[in-house]
């Protein structure tokens, strides 16, 4: 394939990432990176890819960013996510002395039934 045509669909690649990022499809980015590995594989050993990617590198580099931002995101809301788990299990307070003390939440084993 032609270097210009997959700079070409390279560029397409990262504005589609970028997109797919955006809105949080996470199965249409791993799609893309897919492709992008491909095509960066076959640039690898031509003597001008590196002047092939530099107009790239700014719109890769933004996406890593958005990338990063959204793994942190999702790190976040798992934390969270336990934290409420954790809470629903015990909670813990001081006692006047300020020693911690932990109150757990009773199990619930039964099954209610509703009419």
């Known amino acids: 394939m032609d270097n210009q045509v997959i700079a070409c669909k390279l560029a397409a690649l990262v504005e589609a990432e970028r997109a797919a990022l955006l809105a949080g499809?996470?199965?249409r980015i791993s799609a893309l990176i897919a492709e992008k590995q491909a095509?960066?594989?076959e640039l690898r050993d031509t003597p001008?890819?590196?002047s092939i990617l530099a107009p790239?590198?700014?719109?890769?580099r933004r996406n890593q960013e958005l990338f990063d931002?959204?793994?942190?995101?999702?790190?976040?809301?798992?934390?969270?996510?336990?934290?409420?788990?954790?809470?629903?299990?015990s909670t813990v307070t001081y006692?006047?002395?300020?020693r911690k003390l932990s109150i757990d939440a009773p199990e619930i084993r039964t099954l209610e039934k509703r009419a």
């Open 48 to 50: 001008d890819a590196a």
């Open 95 to 98: 006692d006047r002395q300020g």
């Open 56 to 60: 790239l590198r700014e719109g890769l």
């Open 69 to 89: 931002q959204a793994l942190a995101g999702i790190r976040n809301v798992a934390a969270r996510l336990g934290d409420l788990r954790r809470t629903r299990k």
């Open 25 to 27: 499809d996470f199965e």
């Open 39 to 41: 095509l960066v594989a």
